[in-house]
Each structure stands twice: as structure tokens, then as C-alpha cells.
């Protein structure tokens, strides 16, 4: 079983919206969920954590148009990308830690993730 699935990828025009969905087969009390997205021959990027006891964190080139939450009802993870841009244009993938929480004291590595969804498209273009 996959452990993490996400939708809500597609193409939209620049201004326009889009949410993604993570949904995740693992539990635990504490754990650090996080969207990365990775764009043709670029390294794969933090875009935002989030965790149940500390605050969410998000890369600056999305903070105010992007906000991540969680349905802890049904075990979903969101990411509302608002006003997104052309170099918002990437493969966004969800990610999950269990068993502590995000640090949001420094950026977080991709290597520090254990579970991973296969990804969604998102295409930004006019």
C-alpha cells in the first residue's frame, strides 16, 4: 500500500487556484507532514510542514498565497495554492515523518522524510 496519495494536480492559468490533497495510510500522535515539489532539472523543494503542536512553516516564494492544513477526521492533508505563478509549475509531492514534528527552527531536508506519495502535476501557463 502506498502510503501517501495525492490529487488535485492539473493545469490552470496564472492567478488562478488550485488544492491538492495528500491522503495518508500512517498515523501517529506525533508526526510532520510536508509538500515538496521539484520542477524539471531542479532539486526538490520545501514548500510547507505543518504538524500538530508547533507552527506550519512555508518557503518564502509561496508564504501568503499558499496554506497547507490538515482533516485529521480523515486523515487528508491540503495545500490551497492561491494566485499561483508560472515558476509555481512543478511535480508536488506529499511527504510524511512520524513519531516527532516538524522543526521549524531551520528548513527541513527532503532526506529527514520517510514516506512519500508518488506525486501530482501542477501546471502553471497562459
Known amino acids: 500500500q502506498v502510503p501517501l496519495v495525492e490529487s488535485g494536480g492539473g493545469s490552470v492559468q496564472p492567478g488562478g487556484p488550485l488544492r491538492l490533497s495528500c491522503v495518508a495510510f500512517?498515523?501517529?500522535?506525533?508526526?510532520?507532514m510536508g509538500w515538496f515539489r521539484q520542477a524539471p532539472d531542479k532539486e526538490r523543494e520545501l514548500v510547507s510542514t505543518l504538524s500538530s503542536d508547533v507552527p506550519t512553516s512555508y518557503a518564502d516564494s509561496v508564504k501568503v498565497r499558499f496554506t497547507i492544513s490538515r482533516d485529521n477526521a480523515k486523515n487528508t492533508l491540503y495545500l490551497q495554492m492561491d494566485n499561483l505563478k508560472t515558476e509555481d509549475t512543478a511535480m508536488y509531492y506529499c511527504?510524511?515523518?512520524?513519531?516527532?514534528?516538524?522543526?521549524?527552527?531551520?528548513?527541513?531536508?527532503?532526506?529527514?522524510?520517510?514516506?512519500w506519495g508518488q506525486g501530482t502535476q501542477v501546471t502553471v501557463s497562459s
Open positions: 511527504a510524511a515523518l512520524y513519531g516527532v514534528w516538524c522543526r521549524f527552527d531551520r528548513v527541513m531536508a527532503v532526506t529527514e522524510f520517510t514516506d
Open positions: 500512517g498515523y501517529a500522535s506525533r508526526y510532520c
